[in-house]
T-cell receptor, first 114, second 112 residues
Framework: GDSVTQMEGPVTLSEEAFLTINCTYTATGYPSLFWYVQYPGEGLQLLLKATKADDKGSNKGFEATYRKETTSFHLEKGSVQVSDSAVYFCALSGSGGGADGLTFGKGTHLIIQP | DVKVTQSSRYLVKRTGEKVFLECVQDMDHENMFWYRQDPGLGLRLIYFSYDVKMKEKGDIPEGYSVSREKKERFSLILESASTNQTSMYLC???????????FGSGTRLTVV
């Protein structure tokens, strides 16, 4: 079945550092890919998405490119802030159009130090 | 602002109790989902529904049931709560297709 693999962390960076969180996936067909963010004590919020190969999703300075050849969707940000501290989840929606639920990675806990 | 509302942020229940977790969305979404979130295991799909009165099992349905009598409401039921059901429960909804989901804030359930 479908699966998502991401680094679990915690990942600790200094403010203004460059961020990469790796995400690779296994799926049949052509899934859609997502990054969600969970701040402490809250539910998940959609950060960005990409629905086909070579698409780039972006939001709030974060970017991720759908790479079919490497089955990857790595999250990047050029200069992180303390407020970016959160848990980040990579997810995919299968070729069934998402009615059967997203498949999530285990989440990466990001800690940004001032 | 569109949203998914879960009725309780925190719940403490006793072993053997019947527990209802309620979720309401105001976006007219067809699809609704229940996940549980546990450290080291990420999010796991319990049940989902793509229409009123329809339900499908997810990856870990054992010990749970669901009810969807109205489009906007999706309830998760623990028939006889056990300590291994202590977890964070997240409800989500979406339109059909690949548009991403809207999540509620979660219910942290503790079974003692």
């Amino acid at each position: 079945g479908d699966s998502v693999t991401q680094m679990e962390g915690p990942v600790t960076l200094s403010e203004e550092a460059f961020l990469t969180i790796n995400c690779t996936y296994t799926a049949t067909g052509y899934p859609s890919l997502f990054w969600y963010v969970q701040y402490p004590g809250e539910g998940l919020q959609l950060l960005l998405k990409a629905t086909k190969a070579d698409d780039k999703g972006s939001n709030k300075g974060f970017e991720a490119t759908y790479r079919k050849e490497t089955t990857s969707f790595h999250l990047e940000k050029g200069s992180v802030q303390v407020s970016d501290s959160a848990v980040y989840f990579c997810a995919l929606s299968g070729s069934g159009g998402g009615a059967d639920g997203l498949t999530f990675g285990k989440g990466t806990h990001l800690i940004i130090q001032p | 602002d569109v949203k998914v509302t879960q009725s309780s942020r925190y719940l403490v229940k006793r072993t053997g109790e019947k527990v209802f977790l309620e979720c309401v969305q105001d976006m007219d979404h067809e699809n609704m989902f229940w996940y549980r979130q546990d450290p080291g295991l990420g999010l796991r799909l319990i049940y989902f529904s793509y229409d009123v009165k329809m339900k499908e099992k997810g990856d870990i349905p054992e010990g749970y049931s669901v009810s969807r009598e109205k489009k906007e409401r999706f309830s998760l039921i623990l028939e006889s709560a056990s300590t291994n059901q202590t977890s964070m429960y997240l409800c989500a909804s979406s339109f059909p297709g690949r548009n991403g989901y809207t999540f509620g804030s979660g219910t942290r359930l503790t079974v003692v």
